[in-house]
């Protein structure tokens, strides 16, 4: 069984903008003993599912702001935190957390929850991983919402994230508030320190170590070919729809990033451009960029 920690839930107590009950699923096939959470909102019996996935170092406290806007369309709104995250249990042993560890959690998950209809929405290590879901299941997945994020197909040689990676291995505990604000400066302290909760000391920070030393170094690292292999599916197989929002601030995964995935999705329209946002674009943007999305879709009520 794989040693992990739980967040006191007094910790979660009276966060601005989060009022949405927990979740739980235990024991998924190869999570014996961990348990994960998700926030569940809308109607439950909905055509309509929103698949919100959250990167690093954040968690659902990201989504607050579009939850409800999707919700209030009609739709079923699922945003899982990963393994590691959020008010989801914390594996102990940086070792644990890998590429198909994370993945293959949300796979689980989303079979658990027999989600369809689903629409994807992804940012940062949501993306990295979540764009390599659907070709897996791809009768399960109708939509796409891509905000700062990319995939991993081979070796990443950036600047942006060479610095962004220096921060956070710098300090086994590792500064969220200041990871945060730095990438997003729109973030008031009060919701920085939100993004601190789920983490009372270093202990709980395996996750947050761990995800960008998975970032790929050689063609072989774990996930390029998986990555690949997305790749190809959104170029060739995906006949859904799909939004883009781009943070234009962001140095790391920003304007050159993104509209270099736009060349890959097939059927990408012009992006939604956020001219303030950063790194965490949900947090400047969110309202507007789940507005614009819904209306795009089709999905707006009125």
Avoid at 118 to 127: A, E, F, S, Y
Avoid at 166 to 191: C, F, G, L, R, T
Avoid at 214 to 230: F, K, N, W, Y
């Amino acid at each position: 069984m794989i040693a992990a920690l739980r967040t006191p839930e007094e910790r979660f107590a009276g966060l601005r903008d989060y009022p949405f009950a927990p979740h739980y699923v235990e024991n998924l096939e190869g999570y014996e003993g961990l348990r994960g959470h998700y926030v569940d909102e809308g109607d439950k019996g909905a055509d309509e599912v929103f698949l919100l996935l959250h990167g690093e170092p954040s968690w659902s406290f990201l989504y607050r702001k579009m939850i409800p806007i999707f919700a209030d369309a009609g739709a079923r709104v699922i945003a899982p935190d990963w393994l590691g995250f959020g008010k989801s249990d914390k594996p102990v042993d940086d070792a644990v957390y890998s590429f198909d560890f994370h993945r293959n959690y949300m796979l689980g998950l989303i079979r658990h929850l027999d989600l369809r209809n689903i629409t994807l929405v992804v940012q940062d290590w949501g993306g990295v991983l979540g764009l390599t879901l659907p070709m897996e299941m791809p009768d399960r997945f109708k939509r796409l919402l891509i905000m700062n994020t990319g995939l991993m197909a081979g070796p990443v040689n950036s600047p942006a994230f060479d610095a962004w990676k220096a921060d956070i291995v710098a300090d086994p505990d590792v500064p969220v508030p200041y990871i945060m604000q730095k990438n997003e400066p729109s973030i008031s302290d009060v919701d920085a320190q939100a993004y601190a909760a789920p983490f009372p000391d270093q202990r709980y920070k395996a996750g947050v170590r761990k995800f960008p030393l998975l970032i790929a170094t050689s063609m072989d690292a774990p996930g390029v070919a998986t990555s690949q292999r997305a790749a190809r599916f959104w170029s060739e197989e995906w006949n859904g729809e799909s939004f883009m929002a781009i943070g234009m601030k962001d140095k790391m995964l920003g304007p050159d990033v993104m509209n270099f995935m736009r060349t890959i999705i097939k059927g990408c329209p012009e992006p939604l451009e956020i001219a303030e946002g950063g790194h965490f674009v949900q947090e400047s943007g969110g309202v507007q960029i789940a507005q614009q999305a819904l209306a795009h879709f089709g999905l707006t009520k009125g």
